[in-house]
């Protein structure tokens, strides 16, 4: 989804949002400076395999993803880490690594970490690794509705 059609979205929805330009960076919290956001309210996705199936692990940028607490919440038999080329052509208009979290829209299941739950804003990668979206959590959960579970361990 490219930026603009995220912005479509997000707009046709009625959300307030802001867009921010940054240099370019790659890992979550390279982002999270880069954009001045504090590295738990900046949420990084994380593409999985649960049995198999495409799924986004979305947590705060300073943390990282526990596996197992992973597998027994989502009550998944297999939980694996999804590489990039498993990935890479299922965002189109995105480029890779930098896709928002917004599994709904790509036909995948999102996972939101707890600690990211927590927040009253959260700022994600709006499909480039150069322009953040910052937006309220709660307007973030009422269009995507993720199921919650705590998966996140500090520390990235």
């Known amino acids: 989804m490219p930026v ?16 921010i330009q940054h240099s370019r960076a790659f890992t979550a ?3 999270a400076a880069s954009a001045h956001i504090r590295g738990r309210d900046m949420a990084k996705t994380v593409i999985v395999k649960l049995d198999g199936e495409f799924a986004m692990a979305v947590l705060p ?6 596996f197992d607490h992973l597998k027994e919440g989502t009550g998944a038999t297999t939980v694996q880490l999804a590489t ?3 990935f890479k052509d299922l965002f189109p208009g995105c480029e890779v690594g930098a896709m928002p979290p917004f599994g709904s829209l ?3 299941q ?4 707890e600690a990211l739950a927590d927040n009253d804003e959260i700022a994600f ?12 959590y709660a307007d973030f959960e009422r269009l995507e509705r993720p199921r919650i579970v705590r998966f996140a361990l500090v520390g990235a």
């Open 110 to 113: 999102t996972w939101v970490a």
């Open 29 to 31: 919290q390279e982002v």
């Open 84 to 86: 990039e080329k498993e």
């Open 4 to 19: 603009q059609k995220l912005k479509e979205f997000l707009d046709s929805n009625n959300v307030r949002y802001v867009s």
């Open 106 to 108: 790509y036909g995948m």
């Open 61 to 66: 940028a300073s943390h990282h993803v526990d």
């Open 125 to 136: 990668n709006a499909g480039t690794h150069t322009e953040v979206i910052r937006m309220s």
